[in-house]
């Protein structure tokens, strides 16, 4: 992290030359061309065009994918932990709350119980 976190700064160093007297110092990680704060409707904009690109007709929130993303994680096998790692959260107990037991997870428990009783 430290490594891109320099190469940012870096390429954020030659922005700030780029701009010159336009720059304005934020003291910003991720800003605007001139230094500036990125404006949170920019993000909104850029998510809403990405759902409709994907042509997802649900009024879905950039939060609603992390969700997605946790429970997605979990039927594909990966353990909590590692979701809880990969989401940032610090707490396990977060992680759960960020997914769902859906059919595909119940479907496959069921299964699982079954061959350990029935073919052990």
């Known amino acids: 992290m430290i490594a891109l976190l320099k190469l940012r700064r ?12 336009k720059w304005q110092d934020w003291d910003l990680v991720w800003c605007m061309p001139d230094g500036s704060p990125i404006d949170a409707k920019d993000d909104w904009d850029e998510w ?3 759902l409709k690109l994907a042509e997802i007709d649900k009024d879905a929130r ?4 992390r969700h ?12 909590i932990r590692v979701v809880q790692v990969i989401l940032g ?21 069921a299964a699982r119980m079954g061959r350990a009783l029935w073919d052990g």
């Open 89 to 109: 959260h610090s707490q396990l107990t977060t992680a759960k709350r960020y997914t769902q037991v859906t059919e595909i997870l119940a479907s496959e428990a």
């Open 48 to 50: 809403k065009g990405l």
């Open 62 to 65: 950039v939060h609603d994918a």
């Open 68 to 79: 997605m993303a946790a429970t997605l994680l979990l039927e594909q096998g990966v353990d």
């Open 10 to 21: 870096e390429a954020q160093k030659a922005g700030r030359e780029a701009a010159g007297e």
